[in-house]
């Protein structure tokens, strides 16, 4: 089984309009909402491709009571710790006349120490029970900082496969806490790191730099532009298929669940860098977030090549088997 951890949960209210005018009174009759963040979208889209999986989040409040009831009728299955403080909230305003989407974040949630340590032993026995772990999204306030580290270092005791999408002043701590699998898009890494990886060169000696580290897989993506990978210490350069991108809200996590399906179905390196990559892009051409057919997948996927940089290696799956 999967288990995707999420701490910083998001409750979406969707409005739709033909087209806003800024400063004036716009109605719709099309809202609703959606349970928002990365790991629970990692877990919506691995839904769709039959892929059993547990979703661990922390929620509160109100808003809190809402998402549990969206992720019950979505049937993702799930388990919660409860926290003293409101989930936090955002408003999405979509505009499909220009294909436009904006968004309104409301505070972060917070978590309080003991609520981050009764997390952290809750988590731990499901990592113990799991084959993969996907840590994903950022960390909503200070406190919570050390929950990715010691979910991965506590991976790393188990002998189980962890995934790691975050980003911001923990993304540190987590690569050094050495995750199986990294994933991140270039923005993230610049901002969160303090680094510059704006050409080919810097990629491949980041990338090379994760597997010194001791990291087996590494993937930096960049919207439309080539997807830069490391597989133990062989480098590969992939293009994503053009589309007419309509939201790319989620690629990042459809990218991912690609990732643990590659693993769970024991693809080759090069089969399931395709299959992500015809996730993400798939995604990002329709507004639904993360609900991606497998047949839609693995027929894209035949239409994305990999290439190789530098040394080359013999056809292995991606466990390196």
């Known amino acids: 089984m999967i288990l995707t951890v999420t701490i910083n949960p998001l409750l979406e209210r969707r409005l739709t309009y033909n087209s806003v005018e800024t400063g004036k009174s716009n109605r719709t009759d099309k809202e609703y909402f959606t349970a928002g963040g990365k790991g629970i979208n990692v877990s919506r889209q691995l839904n769709s491709l039959g892929i059993k999986n547990l979703a661990f989040t922390a929620l509160g409040g109100n808003n809190g009571k809402i998402y549990k009831n969206l992720l019950a009728n979505e049937k993702l299955e799930f388990t919660f710790l409860q926290t003293k403080h409101e989930t936090r909230t955002a408003a999405l305003i979509v505009e499909e006349d220009n294909k436009r989407l904006t968004t309104y974040f409301g505070p972060n949630s917070l978590l309080e120490i003991n609520e981050v340590e009764e997390f952290k032993q809750r988590m731990k026995k499901m990592i113990e029970n799991c084959e993969i772990v996907v840590f994903a999204g950022s960390s ?4 919570a900082d050390d929950i990715f580290p010691f979910g991965i270092r506590t991976a790393n005791e188990y002998d189980k496969i962890s995934i790691c999408d975050t980003y911001g002043k923990h993304l540190q701590d987590c690569i050094d806490a050495c995750p199986t699998i990294l994933h991140n898009n270039v923005n993230e890494l610049n901002e969160s790191l303090g680094v510059e990886l704006n050409d080919k060169k810097a990629k491949l000696e980041f990338l090379n730099s994760l597997y010194k580290k001791g990291i087996r897989q ?45 693993h769970v179905k024991a693809r080759t390196f090069e089969e399931m860098m395709r299959y992500s990559i015809a996730l993400g892009a798939l995604n990002a051409s329709v ?15 035949e239409k994305i090549s990999v290439e190789s940089i530098g040394k080359k290696m013999k056809t292995l799956s991606v466990d390196g088997d």
């Not at 480098?235 to 053009?242: A, D, G």
């Not at 507004?287 to 839609?296: F, G, H, L, Q």
């Open 218 to 262: 590494a993937f930096i993506t960049e919207g439309a532009k080539p997807v830069y990978s490391g597989n133990f210490d062989f480098c590969y350069k992939s293009i994503p298929p053009e589309i007419n991108e309509v939201d790319a809200t989620g690629s990042g996590d459809a990218f991912v669940a690609g990732l643990c399906y590659g």
């Open 287 to 301: 507004w639904e977030v993360c609900k991606v057919k497998n047949e839609d997948a693995e027929i894209m996927s």
């Open 140 to 143: 909503p306030c200070e406190a």
